[in-house]
């Protein structure tokens, strides 16, 4: 630590190098397959790239309106209700963000005060936890449990409490790959009914969900729209991560005070990007169709390892895979992890990290966000071990 003239008091004294920096590192300098973070290694559509392109010669390249494109903001209304039978008014329900996490941390910043606490399900995306801290609130913490990675809503209904702002869920899920069926969202319908609790849902693989099951935004139930934000991410369903474009939909009263902190925070978000998508999202199919794109590359990654010796987690959306390994060594995950990258060149996450107390059951993940060589290539080593 450089030797500051101040003595520092850290508002997020346990934020520390994150696993996937230090994987990233490790994979880098040991010239591994890099499955750990989650991004496609093939590009986005040319037509997309065309588009912006088209936005950068077309003159605008000036600050875009702070709540968004309103083109943007009423297409992404128009596919909302046909996908979810939900209308959000484009003027004053919709706002484009930099990506889902600056959907995530305005909607937390806007509403939960010192002391107040914020339920969070593990393993969770590691961005949850510290925008509730610097905002001096609590995260909860609930364990999900077993292999289907599920809610007990039991659980969840005991840790409520007269302090209870907020629940964060997450579905299509990252780090598991589950996905939240109907019966689990009007379970937390029917518990959150007739509090003031607010939900931020983090539906980032929203159009990643596969044999033939639906997503079921919180949108769809009622009760749980009036107090959600869904929160979107165009890095996820187009290929480009790093574009960070991405948008919050939710009823007015929530997003007035949503756009307060939202308009100091970033004001507003690339202006030709938000041209190209408003373009893009003309055509439905270009997201209607990622469920089969990631499902044919889950399926080839899987079938791939049917006579390993990992265990094949079942993988019901997003574009990660979950492998036991239980059957292997009783190393624990984050030192199997280390190794997998330093003896056999292939990097991945171990899933300790996103638990409460760090609990391990020997399970990985790795990303299928891959070319089909790419994947072909790891499963060859995954099948030496
Ligand atoms: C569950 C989840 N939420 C949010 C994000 C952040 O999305 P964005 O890159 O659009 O900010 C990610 C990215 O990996 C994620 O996996």
């Known amino acids: ?63 875009a309106p702070m709540a968004g494109l309103p083109k943007l903001r009423e297409i992404i209304a128009e596919k909302i ?4 039978n939900r209308v959000y008014n484009p003027e004053s329900e919709i706002t484009i963000t930099v990506g889902a996490s600056q959907a995530i941390f305005p909607a937390i910043t806007a509403f939960v005060d010192k002391g107040d606490e914020v339920i969070v399900f593990k393993p969770a995306y590691d961005c949850y936890e510290p925008a509730i801290e610097v905002n001096g609130g609590i995260p909860i ?58 939900v931020i849902s983090d539906e980032v693989y929203e159009h990643i969900v596969f044999d033939g099951q639906e997503h079921q935004s919180a949108c769809r139930f009622d009760d749980l729209a009036s107090r959600s934000f869904i929160c979107a991410s165009f890095g996820k369903t187009f290929h480009v991560t790093g574009w960070k474009v991405g948008y919050c939909a939710a009823p007015v009263e929530l997003m007035h005070e949503f756009r307060k902190t939202h308009q100091f925070n970033v004001f507003c978000v690339d202006h030709p ?3 190209a998508l408003s373009e893009y999202l003309e055509n439905p ?29 079942p993988s019901q959306g997003t574009y990660f895979q979950l492998l036991g390994y239980s059957n292997i060594t009783d190393e624990a995950d984050v030192d199997f992890a280390k190794r997998l990258i330093i003896e056999h060149k292939l990097a991945s996450i171990p899933i300790s990290v996103f638990n409460v107390e760090n609990k391990d059951d020997r399970i990985l993940r790795f990303c299928f966000a891959k070319t089909e060589e790419t994947l072909a290539k790891a499963t060859e080593i995954l099948n030496l071990i």
């Open 1 to 63: 630590m450089p030797n500051y003239p101040h003595n520092i008091n850290s508002k997020l004294p346990n934020v520390k190098t994150t696993i996937f920096t230090t994987v990233g590192r490790m994979a880098q300098k040991y010239n591994a397959i890099n499955l750990s973070q989650g991004f496609p290694n093939f590009e986005p559509d040319q037509r997309l790239l065309d588009l912006v392109c088209k936005a950068l010669n077309g003159g605008h390249n000036q600050y």
């Open 81 to 84: 209700t046909v996908l979810h």
């Open 141 to 198: 913490f609930i364990q999900l449990k077993g292999e289907g990675f599920k809610i007990d809503w039991e659980d969840f209904r005991v840790k409520i409490t007269p302090k209870t702002k907020m629940v964060i869920i997450n579905t299509p899920h990252n780090p598991s790959g589950t996905i939240l069926s109907k019966k689990d969202m009007l379970e937390l319908q029917k518990i959150l009914k007739g509090t003031k609790i607010l």
């Open 273 to 275: 990007v938000q041209h």
């Open 285 to 313: 199919d270009h997201y209607l169709t990622l469920n089969h794109f990631y499902q044919e590359k889950r399926d080839f990654f899987i079938n791939a390892l049917k006579h390993s010796r990992f265990k094949i987690l």
